[in-house]
């Protein structure tokens, strides 16, 4: 555990960088950023912005320095202290209830069946909207909220429910300007949570299932904690697929060479998923916080710094990516940090990869093979904490 901090160098402070700039675009920023150093201070998001792939990694992979237990966290305050916001041994009690509920196995037996029934459903509903489609409002978004609220066992809910749940607490856990009818909607949104939780436990004992909920409901495991942990899960398990999915719809329909290496090869949707994940991370940045002054890659971080692993960034490090901001099924493999590492590793990296790369993708562009960009209605990305597209209208015969 390294805390000499002698000799390391200041961190830099970048006062050019905006909000509405990330949003927008965020790697010319970081390209910039990263040809001065891999950790800079941000005033603009009041954070130290890490950057670099290395420096990413060493961060997520040393909870003793880089705790992921953030002081004065939003989304606590709009979601419960969840696992995602505790360290070890804590963190790893939590991780551990969930068992093997969203693993390969159980996918194999139970969620396989479930993604390709609800890719059929929204792909029906998609066609007979025909000409005005967005291909996320459409079809990625409410097949990635039906895939999740099965999976964890919201039986009353719809999958309307669950994007409004998720849009307004994830809009709590980035309301820095403190505006309050956003709490207002994230309270709205974790009250309802809970309330259908309260529903569900009772009946999920009686009537016992293969779901979350059902799972949860036979351990000794605190009211409170299900409650965070079920809202951090609508949170994180519900826009990264369906961004996930529209951005590999994006660069596939943008590259006519992409598109065609993987209609030659059905065994490469798997690729275009990984290097879709890798281009534009859906999560692309997340908290930590420094626990002591301490080093990184040459740096001196104070203690208590407020930390950004910003792993948009690290995807894009040249270092590590030979031509980066190219979108390249054909890349050779390095691991990118899309879902994290260490600890927190996402725990529903395979029901993404199911949903999205086995299932999603294929039924699509199946379906629909003469699938493409509307010339009329541009396609647009958007986001830096959260990236994907925002909208992606298109058209098919
Ligand atoms: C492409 C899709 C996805 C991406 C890119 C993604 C990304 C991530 C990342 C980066 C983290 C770690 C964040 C941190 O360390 O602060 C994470 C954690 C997590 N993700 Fe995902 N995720 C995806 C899909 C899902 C899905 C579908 C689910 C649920 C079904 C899910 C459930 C979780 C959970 C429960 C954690 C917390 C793990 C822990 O704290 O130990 N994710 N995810």
Redesign the pocket.
């Known amino acids: 555990m390294t805390t000499d901090v002698t000799g390391a160098r200041p961190i830099p402070t970048d006062d050019q960088v905006t909000i509405p700039a990330l949003f927008d675009d965020p790697y010319p920023i970081y390209r910039r950023l990263r040809s001065h150093a891999p950790v800079h201070w941000i005033p603009a998001v009041n954070r130290y912005m890490v950057i670099g792939y290395h420096a990413c990694r060493t961060v997520?992979r040393d909870q003793e320095r880089f705790s992921?237990d953030e002081t004065n966290s939003l989304m606590k305050r709009s979601m419960g202290h969840s696992?995602?916001r505790k360290d070890d041994p804590e963190?790893a009690v939590e991780?551990a209830s969930y068992g093997g509920v969203?693993r390969p196995k159980a996918i194999k037996n139970h969620w396989r069946a479930v993604f390709d029934h609800n890719a059929r459903t929204y792909l029906d509903r998609l066609r007979e909207i025909g000409p005005g489609a967005d291909l996320i409002r459409d079809f990625a978004a409410p097949y990635a909220a039906e895939n999740?609220r099965v999976?964890m066992g919201f039986y009353e809910a719809t999958q309307q429910d669950m994007q409004r749940w998720s849009q307004t607490m994830i809009d709590g856990t980035g309301n820095y300007a403190d505006d309050p009818e956003v709490w207002r909607m994230a309270k709205e949104s974790s009250d309802e949570v809970d309330e259908a939780i309260d529903r569900a436990l009772p009946y999920l004992r009686s009537h016992p299932d293969d779901s979350l909920l059902s799972r949860l409901a036979d351990l000794p495991v605190p009211l409170e904690s299900i409650r965070a942990n079920m809202k951090?899960?609508i949170g994180?398990?519900l826009n990264?697929?369906r961004d996930?999915l529209g951005t590999t719809v994006w660069a596939l329909l943008s590259d006519p060479d992409q598109r065609a290496l993987v209609a030659a090869d059905p065994a490469r949707w798997s690729d275009a998923f990984e290097e879709s994940?890798r281009w534009v991370?859906?999560?692309g940045m997340?908290p930590r916080e420094a626990t002591r002054d301490t080093e990184l890659d040459g740096f001196h971080v104070p203690a208590g710094a407020r930390l950004g692993v910003v792993?948009g960034a690290a995807n894009r490090d040249p270092e590590v990516f030979t031509n980066p901001d190219r979108y390249d099924i054909d890349r050779p493999k390095q691991p990118h940090l899309?879902?994290?590492g260490g600890?927190?590793f996402?725990?529903?990296?395979w029901?993404?990869r199911s949903s999205v790369a086995q299932v999603a993708l294929p039924m699509l562009f199946d379906t629909l093979p003469r699938l493409r960009l509307d010339p009329e209605r541009p396609a647009r990305a958007g986001g830096w904490v959260f990236r994907g597209m925002r909208t992606l209208p298109v058209l098919w015969d």
């Open positions: 997520e992921a696992m995602l963190h991780r969203l999740l999976i951090m899960t994180g398990g990264e697929p996930a994940v991370a859906p999560i997340y792993v899309a879902f994290g600890e927190h996402c725990a529903g990296a029901v993404a």
